[in-house]
């Protein structure tokens, strides 16, 4: 099996404006995906996933690149501190394409190879974001088509 990336493909009924707020704005993330997000201006933030309790789990995130409506991408799970690059982080990217009414979401996650990990990282590490994306894209569509309906 390959492990240098993860792709998933789905269709939104709501507009490419509606689902890149979707996927890029903090308000919006906590919806379907991380149950805290804090993004500046500048792109640099941290997203927070709960441990059971009031403990959460802290993630660095920063915006790459942001091409409304139609691409955002961003990397991940870099240490606080340091700048975000392919060594040390992931890299997710929508790409986000007008499809009749609504709007054809394309996900790719990658950056598990280039972590320098061994081969058994690499595969955990793999499955355990297959496994979430799993989880989280599926919730994705129907809040934004909700978000749209309210538009």
């Known amino acids: 099996m390959e492990l240098g990336s993860i792709e998933r493909e789905i269709r939104i009924e709501a507009s490419p404006e509606v689902v890149f707020d979707v996927v890029s704005s903090p308000e919006h993330l906590k919806a379907w995906w991380p149950d805290e997000a804090e993004l500046s201006p500048d792109g640099h933030g941290r997203i927070g996933f709960g441990k059971g309790g009031d403990e959460i789990d802290w993630e660095q ?56 990990w061994a081969e058994a990282k690499v595969a955990a590490e793999h499955a355990d974001h297959v496994t979430g994306w799993d989880h989280f894209l599926p919730r994705l569509a129907p809040y934004a088509e909700k978000v749209g309906a309210g538009r």
């Open 61 to 116: 995130f920063t915006v790459v690149d942001a091409m409304p409506p139609r691409h955002f991408s961003f990397r991940w799970t870099h240490p606080a501190g340091e700048q975000a690059v392919p060594g040390n982080s992931y890299l997710v990217v929508f790409e986000l394409e007008p499809a009749g009414t609504g709007t054809v979401l394309k996900m790719t996650e990658t950056g598990f190879r280039e972590r320098g």
